[in-house]
C-alpha cells in the first residue's frame, strides 16, 4: 500500500533557529500533499496545502513566513518552521493524496523548541 | 462549511465488550466521512471511509459505521474489543467527491480494559 515517510521524527532546537520537516510518499506520485498541526490532546488543524511546482495554499491565520512550504518534485514536500520559537513546538502531520479520495498520513514529527 | 463533533473524549470498554465511537457532521453539501485511528506518536491511519455509496461500511479491524443523513451521524462500532484497539479515533468530513480538505473531530481516546 502507499507510505508516507516523514523525517525526522522527533526534532529538538533552540529558539530562533529554523528547522525543516520532510514528507515524502515512496511508492506513488502525489501531486498534493497536506501540512497539519496537531496540539497535545487535540485533533488536526490544516496548516496548508502544497502542491507540486506552485505556491502552497495557507490556511487562514497560519504565517506563510513563518512556516514555509516547498513541493520540489511528486515525491517529496517540506516544511520549514523559521526563527522557531516555544510556541511552534507541536506535532507536525503530513499527509498525501493516494489514491480516489484517499489520504495517506505520515508517522508525524514532533517538535520542540526550548 | 463543515464541522464534525465526537461525543466522549474518552471511552473505556472491557476486552470483548461492544465499542461505539459517537461522530455527528454538518456539511452543506454531501458529505464524504472518514473515521481514523492514531497510535501514540504515529500518522493517521484510515479505518473506514464513506463515499455516498453503501450506507454501512466496513473498514479494517473489525470497525464498521453507519452513515445515517437524518441523524447526521457516523458513528464507529466494533462488536468486541481487542487490547490492540486501545488508541486515539478521529472522525473527519470533506465537502464531497474530489475533496481533500478533511475537517477533523476533537477525537476520542479508546481505552481497553482486560
Known amino acids: 500500500g502507499a507510505v508516507v515517510s516523514q523525517h525526522p521524527s522527533r526534532v529538538i532546537c533552540k529558539s530562533g533557529t529554523s528547522v525543516k520537516i520532510e514528507c515524502r510518499s515512496l511508492?506513488?506520485?502525489?501531486?498534493?500533499m497536506f501540512w497539519y498541526r496537531q496540539f497535545p490532546k487535540q485533533s488536526l488543524m490544516l496548516m496548508a496545502t502544497s502542491n507540486e511546482g506552485s505556491k502552497a495554499t495557507y490556511e487562514q491565520g497560519v504565517e506563510k513566513d513563518k512556516f514555509l512550504i516547498n513541493h520540489a518534485s511528486l515525491t517529496l514536500s517540506t516544511l520549514t518552521v523559521t526563527s522557531a520559537h516555544p510556541e511552534d513546538s507541536s506535532f507536525y502531520i503530513c499527509?498525501?493524496?493516494?489514491?480516489?479520495?484517499?489520504?495517506?498520513f505520515g508517522a508525524g514529527s514532533r517538535l520542540t523548541v526550548l | 462549511a463543515q464541522s464534525v463533533t465526537q461525543l466522549g473524549s474518552h471511552v473505556s470498554v472491557s476486552e470483548g465488550a461492544l465499542v461505539l465511537l459517537r461522530c455527528n457532521y454538518s456539511?452543506?453539501?454531501?458529505?464524504?466521512l472518514f473515521w481514523y485511528v492514531q497510535y501514540p506518536n504515529q500518522g493517521l491511519q484510515l479505518l473506514l471511509k464513506y463515499t455516498s455509496a453503501a450506507t454501512l461500511v466496513k473498514g479494517i479491524n473489525g470497525f464498521e459505521a453507519e452513515f445515517k443523513k437524518s441523524e447526521t451521524s457516523f458513528h464507529l462500532t466494533k462488536p468486541s474489543a481487542h487490547m490492540s484497539d486501545a488508541a486515539e479515533y478521529f472522525c473527519?468530513?470533506?465537502?464531497?467527491?474530489?475533496?481533500?480538505?478533511?475537517?477533523f473531530g476533537k477525537g476520542t481516546k479508546l481505552s481497553v480494559i482486560p
Open positions: 473527519a468530513v470533506a465537502p464531497g467527491a474530489g475533496s481533500y480538505q478533511l475537517t
Open positions: 499527509s498525501a493524496r493516494s489514491g480516489a479520495n484517499v489520504l495517506t
Open positions: 511508492d506513488f506520485q502525489a501531486t498534493t
Open positions: 456539511s452543506s453539501v454531501p458529505p464524504y
